[in-house]
């Protein structure tokens, strides 16, 4: 009779004054071995953020989770502070509004003008190379949140910023901003192995079976300059050749043409849904609402609301995840962009 290996099992780790066992998984104890051989903090960070992905979601591991981030942030904070010894600065650009975008492009694509084009900031535009040399963060409105984008030095083969992969790596998502009127083929073939080489994927969707140490990079491909003679022809040519791997959308900054459409195609970019609350007998928020990820359930918005909301019992909906205005759903009901959602304790 041949030999039959039983099926791995989760491993069941109890924790301190809790009956209920962890069930941790054979991909979050691989991610912990692999924090503890770390050998640097880019490597810590990343092992850490696998272990909060990996672990298993419910009360017995809520302290793990609440260790998890904390260790994050400290390990950030080490590796910061350590910069700051060695003379350097911090070139972290902190999070705001409803996720962070980064914009990725050769020498004068047009970032900085179309930073300018969309939010408030006021970035250095002029005609030649190397305009931006520091992270330039910017406010964009859509609708009724505002997401951040932020302009950064170029990828050249001259030159490209030593510290230009740690901002990729922070942010939620990229935009690639290519040149119509220039070798587009030749600025997104650079920077697609540049970001490859220090373990950076840009992709349309995350692939869950890539390895942990591989930061992957939702992305889409705005084309810049489509005012330009023979844009138009390009960017046909440009989508038979890469449409398939991205998004891609064609705008003129110079003109203003699809703005709008880019815009929302951030939004969309961010996989993100907004959500309302409401308190009982009393209309919706009329503030700027909640963003979660898209396929969140009612507990995933409770505890974002407040931690008070640990204890929900059932919420009521109006929206498009409902049946009909008012519906009393449970915890595990998946919400909509757009919801207004009343909590009951």
Known sequence: ??????PARKA????????????LTPDYLAADRAFKEAKTDEERIAALEEMLRTIPKHKGTDKMQADIKRRISKVRQAAEKQSAKKGGFSHRVLPE??????????PNTGKSRLLKAL???EPQVAPYPFTTVLPMPGMMDFEDI????????????????????????????????LDLSGDPLQDYDFIIERLDKVKICLVRDPDPEAPFNISQKRTMIVCNKLDADGAAENFEALRELIGERFPMIAV?????THL????????????????????????????????VPRGSNLMDFAKVVHKDFENLKYARVWGLSSRFDGQTVTRDHILADGDIVELHL
Do not use: C
């Not at 509004?97 to 050769?106: E, K, P, T």
């Not at 170029?154 to 030593?162: A, G, I, K, R, V």
């Open 260 to 291: 709008d459409l880019l815009r929302r195609a951030a939004f969309d970019l961010l996989q993100i849904i907004r959500i309302r609350p409401k308190e009982p007998g009393k209309p919706a928020s009329k503030d700027q609402p909640f963003t």
């Open 119 to 121: 939010t408030n900031a």
């Open 252 to 256: 003129s900054v110079e003109q203003g």
């Open 97 to 106: 509004g409803a996720g962070q975008i980064a914009l990725a492009g050769g």
């Open 12 to 23: 069941e780790k109890t924790l301190p004054g809790n009956d209920m066992p962890a069930n």
């Open 146 to 177: 505002q997401i951040q984008l932020v302009d950064l030095p170029p990828f050249s083969p001259d030159h490209t910023e030593s510290w230009l992969p740690e901002m990729f790596r922070a942010a939620n998502a990229v935009m690639m901003v």
């Open 1 to 6: 009779m041949n030999d039959v290996k039983p």
